[in-house]
């Protein structure tokens, strides 16, 4: 089976642009859920996504959103970026369970966004 | 309060000794997963282990062992016959029940295999 891929895998972008990444999740997975890693933050949890609906969401400015398509595809888009927002993107691919169970997570490669 | 909490922000293991990794977890859920990953200097987040609360058995796979003690808290991660591979972060990380599929996840621990 193939893995998560994310596109691209490197990014660089100036203040105020925006920005969109993609990941695709391993087949046969419907739960999508986006992370930025930065040294200063470690890793914060931006969304998550089920069945083309946003599920839980972390503690980010609306800047940050995201969507899934019906093949299980996501899209997480960055409006306006700042400086701070250079980070690795990790995307990362669930299993669909019933609730309450409790299966891992699968990562992306991630993508390297730098603002400049 | 942190959900996870890793206090070795860097650890050094002679290659093929055994290793520690440290973590504690905080939740008043009965129902919850413990998590390991490793993250090697490319950026992948490797899945490597996971202990269910209600599993009466530590979890292996293959050289990681986990350490589940409950009543501590604690999922501290054993790496026997450590390798030069394992150069890496790791983190600790936990899923509960009653917040659906949110994982949170631990500051991690940077491990270096010396020769």
């Known amino acids: 089976k193939a893995g998560v891929t994310q596109t691209p895998r490197y990014l660089i972008k100036t203040r105020g642009q925006q920005v969109t990444l993609s990941c695709s999740p391993i087949s046969g997975h419907r739960s999508v859920s986006w992370y930025q890693q930065t040294p200063g933050q470690g890793l914060q949890f931006l969304f998550e996504y089920f069945s083309e609906t946003q599920r839980n969401k972390g503690n980010f400015p609306g800047r940050f959103s995201g969507r899934q398509f019906s093949n299980s595809r996501s899209e997480m888009n960055v409006s306006t970026l700042e400086l701070g927002d250079s980070a690795l993107y990790l995307c990362a691919s669930s299993p669909s369970p019933p609730p309450g169970t409790l299966y891992e997570q699968y990562f992306g490669p991630g993508t390297r966004l730098t603002v400049t | ?115």
């Open chain 2, 1 to 115: 309060a942190q959900k996870i909490t890793q206090t070795q922000p860097g650890m050094f293991v002679q290659e093929k000794e055994a290793v520690t990794l440290d973590c504690t977890y905080d939740t008043s859920d009965q129902s919850y997963g413990l998590f390991w990953y490793k993250q090697p200097s490319s950026g992948e987040m490797i899945f490597l282990i996971y202990q269910g609360s209600y599993d009466e058995q530590n979890a292996t796979e293959g050289r990681y062992s986990l350490n589940f003690q409950k009543a501590r808290k604690s999922a501290n991660l054993v790496i026997s016959a450590s390798q030069l591979g394992d150069s890496a972060m790791y983190f600790c990380a936990m899923r509960e029940a009653s917040t659906g599929n949110q994982f949170y996840f631990g500051t991690g621990t940077s491990l270096t295999v010396i020769p």
